[in-house]
C-alpha cells in the first residue's frame, strides 16, 4: 500500500525526537500497523521504528477486540522497542507510554484533563479517547521485541452505537478539528521521553504521573479477567505499585493486579473539567 501524504511528508520537518519515528513508514491502509510493525522488527528495524495508517481493516485491541476507527481522521501507529528491562518491569512501558500520551495531548485540550484508566487508556471527560496495545516476545537473556500500538481519535465526530457512549475523540473535547501532523510530533517525543526516563531507571516518576492522572482513583471498581475466568474482583482503587500492578484495597486485604480490565459504576467516576 503506498505511503499516504500528507502526514508522511508533514511529520518530518516537525519531529524533535532522536529515535522515536527513525523510520517513519505511513500507509493509506493496512490490517494493523501492530502486525505491521512486528514484521519489521523481525527484519531488524532499530527501534524507535513507527509505521502509521490512514486506515485500518483489521486494527486489534486489548482483550482481543477490534479496534475501529474513521479513515483519516485519527492517530494509528505503531512504535518498534527493544527495551533492555528484565519481564518484571516490562509492565511499567504501557504505563509510562499512556503517561505520555495524556501529557501531548493535555496542552490540546485543556481545560480537560486527560486521565489514564489502568493499565493506559486515556480518557477525556471520562471517555476513552486512546487506547495503547502492546504486544511482543520475551526472549529470556535478549532484550524484548515490543510493539506498542496507539489508536488515538483525533478528529472523528461521531462513533458506532456500540461504543457511542464510552468514547470521545480530542475534537469533539476541544471543540475543534486539530492538525494531526503536528500532535503526533508532540506524541512520539513525550513517547520518546517517558520511554528513556523507564530504561534510565525513573520508574518512581512513571508510577507518580500514572497515578496524578489515573481515573477512579479512591473509588470502588471491578477487575474482569476475562483471559483466565476468574471471577470480577471488587474493591477500592488504590495507585500502581513498581512494577506498574494495580493496588486494589479489597474486603479480604490489599491485593496486586497485574492484568484485567477495570470497570467503574456507572456514573461514579468524577469528571475532571
Ligand atoms: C485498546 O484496546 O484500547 C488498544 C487499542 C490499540 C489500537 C491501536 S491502533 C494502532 C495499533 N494497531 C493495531 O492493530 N492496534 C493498535
Known amino acids: 500500500m503506498p505511503i499516504a501524504p500528507p502526514l508522511a ?3 518530518p520537518p516537525l519531529l524533535r525526537t532522536v529515535r522515536f519515528g527513525r523510520p517513519l513508514r505511513w500507509l493509506a491502509e493496512t490490517g494493523s500497523t501492530n502486525a505491521d510493525a512486528a514484521a519489521w522488527a523481525v527484519e531488524g528495524v532499530a527501534e524507535g521504528a513507527v509505521v502509521g495508517a490512514e486506515h485500518q481493516t483489521a486494527g ?3 482483550h482481543g477486540r477490534a479496534w475501529s476507527d474513521a479513515p483519516g481522521m485519527n492517530l494509528l501507529f505503531s512504535v518498534v522497542l527493544r527495551p533492555p528491562l528484565p519481564p518484571e ?41 486512546a487506547g495503547l496495545l502492546l504486544e511482543g516476545h520475551l526472549a529470556p537473556g535478549t532484550p524484548s521485541t515490543l510493539v506498542l500500538g496507539l489508536g488515538l481519535n483525533v478528529n472523528q465526530p461521531d462513533f458506532p452505537p456500540e461504543i457511542v457512549g464510552g468514547a470521545t475523540s480530542l475534537a469533539l473535547e476541544a471543540g475543534r478539528p486539530l492538525p494531526r501532523a503536528p500532535l503526533l510530533a508532540d506524541l512520539l517525543l513525550a ?23 489515573m481515573a477512579g482513583r479512591g473509588i470502588d471498581a471491578a477487575v474482569a479477567f476475562a483471559e483466565d475466568g476468574r471471577p470480577p474482583l471488587r474493591g477500592t482503587l488504590l495507585g500502581v505499585d513498581p512494577t506498574g500492578a494495580l493496588r486494589l484495597a479489597t474486603p479480604d486485604g490489599p491485593r496486586l493486579v497485574a492484568a484485567g480490565e477495570v470497570t467503574f459504576q456507572k456514573g461514579k467516576l468524577r469528571r475532571e473539567k
Do not use: H, I, M, S
Request: hydrophobic content about 50%; glycine content about 12%.
Open 9 to 11: 511528508t508533514d511529520l
Open 60 to 62: 486489534r485491541g486489548r
Open 89 to 129: 518491569r516490562l509492565g511499567l512501558v504501557p504505563l509510562a507510554a499512556g503517561v505520555a500520551v495524556a501529557e501531548a495531548v493535555a496542552p490540546w485540550v485543556a481545560p480537560v484533563v486527560p486521565q489514564l484508566k489502568w493499565p493506559n487508556d486515556v480518557l477525556l471527560g471520562g471517555r476513552k479517547a
Open 191 to 213: 513517547l520518546e521521553r517517558r520511554y528513556d526516563a523507564l530504561l534510565g531507571g525513573d520508574e518512581a516518576g512513571v508510577c507518580a504521573a500514572f497515578e496524578a492522572r
